[in-house]
């Protein structure tokens, strides 16, 4: 019952004191699972953000989900879950009850200015860290290096693309490379 309580409390943390949205949480998620607490590993976790990236749902609920259903099963799931989501939801609550124009007020747009470009940096964290640990083969830098410079584009030109497409198509060229150079062989010489 211990990894519950301590499931629930660490992402509830991360949901309370993490402005910003998924990819903010990223950073602070492997700090904590990854780094501190031993969790899940760091190929997990990046596996994981893949795979919460492409599913239904914020990517920081759905990393939330499988960290705690890795260390607990469906009630760590459960937990972790939550502990992400009632912070946020209470917030909200709160702010919604108390006051009609919230974000008028000339402090509290100010102090949101300020949180953008915080949240712009935690963002710009969690990807170095990724690519800084990433595997160093060709392949994955050439399709990451491309992405970027597409979806840049994408941004500074308006043009009307969805980011699935872009995976799907990174998606498409990496098993068609695959495919065409055969599977890696194994520690023992054979293929699998």
Same mark, same amino acid.
């Given at each position: 019952?211990?990894?519950?309580?301590?499931?629930?409390?660490?992402?509830?943390?991360?949901?309370?004191?993490?402005?910003?949205?998924?990819?903010?949480?990223?950073?602070?998620?492997?700090?904590?699972?990854?780094?501190?607490?031993?969790?899940?590993?760091?190929?997990?976790?990046?596996?994981?953000?893949?795979?919460?990236?492409?599913?239904?749902?914020?990517?920081?609920?759905?990393?939330?989900?499988?960290?705690?259903?890795? @260390?607990?099963?469906?009630?760590?799931?459960?937990?972790?879950?939550?502990?992400?989501?009632?912070?946020?939801?209470?917030?909200?609550?709160?702010?919604?009850?108390?006051?009609?124009?919230?974000?008028?007020?000339?402090?509290?747009?100010?102090?949101?200015?300020?949180?953008?470009?915080?949240?712009?940096?935690?963002?710009?964290?969690?990807?170095?860290?990724?690519? @800084?640990?990433?595997?160093?083969?060709?392949?994955?830098?050439?399709?990451?290096?491309?992405?970027?410079?597409?979806?840049?584009?994408?941004?500074?030109?308006?043009?009307?693309?969805?980011?699935?497409?872009?995976?799907?198509?990174?998606?498409?060229?990496?098993?068609?490379?695959?495919?065409?150079?055969?599977?890696?062989?194994?520690?023992?010489?054979? @293929?699998?």
């Amino acid at each position: 019952m211990n990894i519950i309580l301590d499931l629930f409390l660490t992402f509830a943390r991360i949901g309370l004191f993490t402005f910003g949205g998924g990819y903010a949480m990223i950073s602070m998620i492997e700090n904590i699972c990854v780094e501190r607490k031993k969790w899940i590993t760091h190929d997990e976790m990046m596996n994981v953000t893949v795979i919460a990236e492409s599913t239904p749902g914020p990517i920081a609920i759905n990393c939330a989900t499988f960290t705690g259903y890795k @260390k607990a099963g469906f009630v760590g799931a459960l937990a972790a879950t939550l502990g992400m989501i009632v912070p946020s939801f209470l917030i909200i609550y709160l702010i919604s009850m108390c006051l009609d124009n919230f974000l008028e007020l000339t402090v509290i747009a100010n102090a949101f200015n300020g949180i953008k470009v915080a949240v712009g940096i935690l963002i710009l964290d969690a990807a170095i860290t990724m690519i @800084k640990k990433m595997q160093k083969k060709k392949l994955p830098g050439t399709i990451m290096i491309c992405s970027c410079v597409v979806m840049l584009c994408i941004n500074i030109f308006a043009w009307n693309f969805s980011s699935i497409s872009l995976m799907l198509i990174a998606a498409a060229v990496s098993l068609t490379i695959f495919i065409l150079n055969g599977a890696p062989e194994q520690k023992g010489g054979a @293929k699998k």
